[in-house]
């Protein structure tokens, strides 16, 4: 018999770490929910949106939007570039969550993009802001946050945190993203 999820509290969920992984275990977590009826949503950070990646094609086929609110990795465009693409992407995330529409939401390397070091990045993806939504989202939701170097004060306000950390990568041998693992 299955489980009613209406009087569940929403959980937040934080996965970390240099090693790869992260995305996979939110995108597990993701069809988890579909199976169990959640409505999902995702949004992902970093990845742009002139790109295709694998999950978001198989999500589209169960019904599930992924949407890519950045412009790529920080090296290749401008800090003006990358700022206006977290201004306008972090109100769409927050809004998501705060409308208590979905059940889960994935916050797919948000991490990365509020522990960008390069340029100013507080006053267009505010931390107090974020810590704000993990405390005041509606009681049902349940948010993962991904990506590297998350802020301790993400940390200490997730209820469960995961470190992925690399033992061994073939990218050390010299073998490239490979089609349908990496995207």
């Known amino acids: 018999m299955g489980r009613s999820r209406e009087n569940q509290r929403g959980l937040t969920l934080v996965y970390t770490g240099a090693g790869k992984g ?16 959640f409505n999902v949503k995702i949004f992902q950070f970093i990845k742009s949106p002139e ?7 198989a999500l589209e086929k169960l ?16 800090p003006e570039e990358h700022r206006e693409a977290l201004r306008t992407g972090w109100p769409r995330a927050k809004e998501a969550v705060m409308s208590g529409e979905y059940d889960l939401v994935i916050l797919d390397e948000l991490n990365n993009a509020l522990a960008i ?5 507080d ?9 704000d939504l993990i405390q005041n989202r509606p009681k049902h939701v349940h948010l ?40």
Not at 159 to 165: A, K, T, Y
């Open 51 to 57: 790109r295709s990646y694998g999950e978001q094609i």
């Open 117 to 121: 070091s390069s340029f100013p990045v």
């Open 144 to 183: 993962v946050i991904t990506g590297r170097s998350a802020k301790d004060e993400v940390k200490a306000a997730a209820d469960l945190v995961s470190v992925v950390e690399a033992e061994k990568h073939y990218y050390n041998e010299g073998i490239p993203a490979v089609y349908g693992i990496e995207f």
């Open 63 to 78: 019904g599930v939007e992924m949407v890519q609110l950045g412009i790529g990795f920080t090296w290749t465009k401008t």
């Open 123 to 131: 006053d267009v993806l505010p931390l107090a802001e974020v810590l």
């Open 22 to 37: 992260k995305t996979t275990s939110a995108l597990g977590l993701a069809l988890r929910g579909i199976g169990r009826g």
